[in-house]
């Protein structure tokens, strides 16, 4: 390695910012020679051939001011992952970028919506051209942040979603669950001027465990205070309803909670499907792991505006259970296609450090092992869930299978380095030197993740912002046309 080589991943290291580390990053690889792959089309990972084709067609149109032309093309061949440009293996060969050709395809097609959206053209009025936002934004999908459990790991989470709103990237769907409920709502109760202070940990409370004295810990069947839990959830999130919150945030917050008995499904709440439920009282559930937490009473406000239980006789624990990523649920609810996962949940993190897209005999025997294990343990399972007489016994070993069960990779998976510091901390109240190294831990691991996120969710974020401008002016129009009154008739005399 060359001596500037090193100077770089040196400053790549100590960045304190985005903007320094892309800088070294994209220095290291013009210094190590990965900037010329960035600038060769031609590659067996996506269809270079097809985006280079659609991309001379979209500048051809724009520039030509063909604006019926255009609106038709981006109509028809605007699709999420087009030639395969979102494959993992672009955006793991260099330190920082993919292939330029990908980037100046995306680039222009946000030029060319911005164009239609702004510009004037006898060939699309205003209606028209609402349509087609609304439309496209529809079949194009959506992007969601995904923010997993973890405990006290989920710090790590609010140093993604820090970096992600820096960047203006931070997806209008968002869900939590257990730990990750904690982050959803936090960022679900603020207006957008005031995440930035909140996640400041000097603003935050990050206090939320207390164990119980023996004969408590007897009397409840718990070992951790659950008031002190939802001491640390009420400092953090305002006391609204999902419904309230999303008019407040123009967020979408879901938080999954789990059936603590039998006969009942996991629960997607969010504005839709509960939205006169309460955030804190969800969070509390989500959060609610068996043997340290008590199954939690959701709480809702009634037709007379009142707080009341909601389905008294129910109660529901950790979310991340029975659905830690929600994926099926997000997709049919809320039009999402793509996935951004921040994954703490420390019994899956050891097996998540290799990606199932690396290829090589290395890698293939990983990945063998670990499915191996991993049906051999659903396996024994299985069997044991219809063997054991004892109901308790055998919810809990439903618990564990449906754990197994899952799958905890996204699109884009952001995970943190697994060493015993981080699992030492796991069920510890953490000072404010292991707080802010959290969530720089976050934050630098979304940076290494930051042009995959931009590249797949750019086009998702200039449609909507184009379909608000539009509605905006749309509201404008109306507001200043003058009321059209019927003329009265001149009375006979």
């Known amino acids: 390695m060359s001596h500037r080589a090193r100077e770089c991943r040196l400053a790549m290291r100590n960045a304190s910012t985005y903007a320094a580390w892309h800088e070294a990053a994209l220095a290291l690889d013009v210094e190590t020679g990965l900037e010329d792959w960035k600038h060769e089309d031609a590659s067996d990972d996506y269809d270079w051939r097809l985006l280079r084709t659609r991309l001379t067609q979209i500048r051809r149109y724009r520039e030509q001011g063909q604006v019926g032309k255009l609106v038709h093309h981006l109509r028809q061949g605007l699709h999420w992952n087009l030639g395969n440009l979102a494959n993992p293996l672009l955006y793991n060969h260099a330190n920082v970028g993919t292939k330029k050709l990908i980037e100046d395809y995306i680039a ?11 510009g004037d053209s006898p060939d699309l009025d205003a209606d028209a051209k609402l349509k087609f936002f609304k439309d496209t934004a529809e079949s194009f999908g959506r992007s969601a942040l995904m923010l997993s459990g973890g405990a006290t790991l989920g710090l790590f989470h609010v140093g993604v979603v820090k970096a992600l709103l820096r960047e203006d990237l931070l997806p209008e769907v968002i869900s939590g669950s257990s730990a990750g409920s904690i982050v959803a709502a936090v960022v679900g109760t603020r207006k957008p001027d005031e995440l930035v202070d909140l996640l400041d940990p000097h603003n935050a409370y990050y206090h939320f465990w207390k164990p119980l004295s023996p004969a408590k810990m007897w009397q409840r069947g718990a ?12 400092r953090n999130t305002r006391d609204l309803t999902f419904e309230e919150s999303y008019k407040l945030s123009g967020r979408i917050v879901n938080i999954t909670v789990s059936p603590a008995g039998s006969n009942q499904s996991p629960r997607l709440l969010n504005y839709l499907t509960t939205p006169y439920l309460y955030l804190r009282e969800a969070v509390l559930a989500s959060c609610a792991v068996p043997f340290l937490f008590q199954p939690v009473q959701l709480m809702t406000r009634d037709e007379n505006g009142r707080r009341v239980p909601y389905m008294p006789s129910l109660r529901w624990t950790d979310g991340s259970l029975k659905s830690d ?3 099926l649920r997000l997709r049919r609810l809320h039009n999402v296609n793509h996935f951004i996962v921040s994954q703490t949940n420390p019994h899956v993190l050891p097996f998540l450090h290799w990606a199932p897209e690396e290829q090589g005999l290395a890698a293939t025997l990983r990945e ?16 044991s869930r219809f063997s054991v007489p004892i109901e308790s016994v055998r919810r809990y070993l439903d618990h564990a299978s449906s754990i197994l069960d899952q799958d905890y990779r996204g699109n884009i998976t952001i995970l943190p380095q697994v060493t015993l510091w981080r699992y030492a901390h796991v069920t510890a109240n953490p000072k404010l030197d292991a707080v802010e190294r959290f969530i720089r831990e976050g934050e630098r691991a979304a940076w290494t993740r930051m042009t995959a996120v931009r590249n797949q969710t750019t086009i998702t974020l200039t449609l909507d912002r184009c379909q608000r401008r539009l509605e905006a002016q749309a509201a404008l129009s109306v507001q200043a046309a003058p009321a059209q009154r019927p003329k009265r008739r001149a009375r006979a005399r």
Do not use: H, K, W
Request: net charge negative; glycine share 4%.
């Open 325 to 327: 990523l929600p994926t």
């Open 223 to 234: 070992i951790m205070d659950q008031s002190q839990i939802l001491q640390g959830i009420s």
């Open 108 to 118: 222009e097609v946000v030029t060319a919506l911005n164009f239609v959206c702004d």
């Open 368 to 383: 063998y092992a670990y499915s191996t294990l991993r049906n051999s343990a659903q396996y024994a399972l299985g069997v």
